[in-house]
């Protein structure tokens, strides 16, 4: 019996889904950019997508903390945050497989670099600074844009970050377009990434 193009079309991907679980093995798939880059909403989709959990690091840094993260940032400062998420992150890594969304700043912590590099495949959703900015401007949780101009304080962090994140496994050019657009595009470089380890660029 033929099947229809729909129905082939899911049977692809849920071939292509469990060719990527299988391969990861105990691996996490790690989302990591700018603020405002859609890990989170993207990482849900992605991880439903490939049968997956999903975790979102900055939550888990809240619930280990037990407050928000701009609590933790006003209470005991930025270094006591960067602490708390490279622990929070190092253990999240021997959770896996899952989708594991970071906090922007994550990746620049070099023991968490190598801890991903150990145990995961890392994406990098690269933004443009003003899809960056047309998001962040939506919600006003993010401590580091409350101290200066945002559009100042992200042109910076793409200068300072972009070099470190272009390390990333994977990177894949997060824009305005529907958010399953992106998961499978991000599926193709996983499936390519995961069969042979050369890095692949979308941007
Ligand atoms: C930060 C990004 C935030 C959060 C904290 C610091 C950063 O996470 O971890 O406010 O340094 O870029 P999102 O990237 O999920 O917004």
């Given at each position: 019996?033929?099947?229809g193009l729909k129905a082939r079309k899911r049977a692809n991907t849920k071939e292509k889904s469990s060719a990527i679980r299988q391969s990861l093995g105990h691996k996490s798939v790690v989302l990591i950019g700018l603020m405002g880059a859609g890990k989170t909403a993207i990482g849900r989709r992605l991880a439903n997508r490939l049968g997956l959990s999903f975790t979102d690091a900055d939550n888990e840094i809240e619930r280990a903390a037990g407050q928000s993260i701009s609590d933790i940032f006003a209470e005991y400062g930025e270094a006591h945050f960067r602490e708390g998420e490279r622990k929070v992150i190092a253990r999240l890594l021997n959770g896996g497989p899952q989708v594991l969304a970071t906090g922007g700043g994550a990746y620049m912590n070099e023991t968490t670099r190598k801890n991903v590099a150990r145990k995961g495949i890392s994406v990098w959703l690269k933004a443009d600074l003003d899809v960056l900015l047309e998001r962040v401007g939506r919600r006003d949780n993010r401590p580091l844009l409350k101290r200066a101009d945002p559009?100042?304080?992200?042109?910076?962090l793409i200068d300072e970050r972009y070099p470190v994140y272009a390390k990333a496994d994977i990177t894949v050019h997060s824009r305005n377009v529907a958010h399953e657009t992106?998961?499978?595009e991000i599926m193709d470089a996983l499936q390519r990434a995961l069969t042979d380890r050369r890095p692949v660029r979308r941007s």
């Open positions: 019996m033929r099947l559009e100042q304080v992200m042109r910076k992106i998961v499978g």
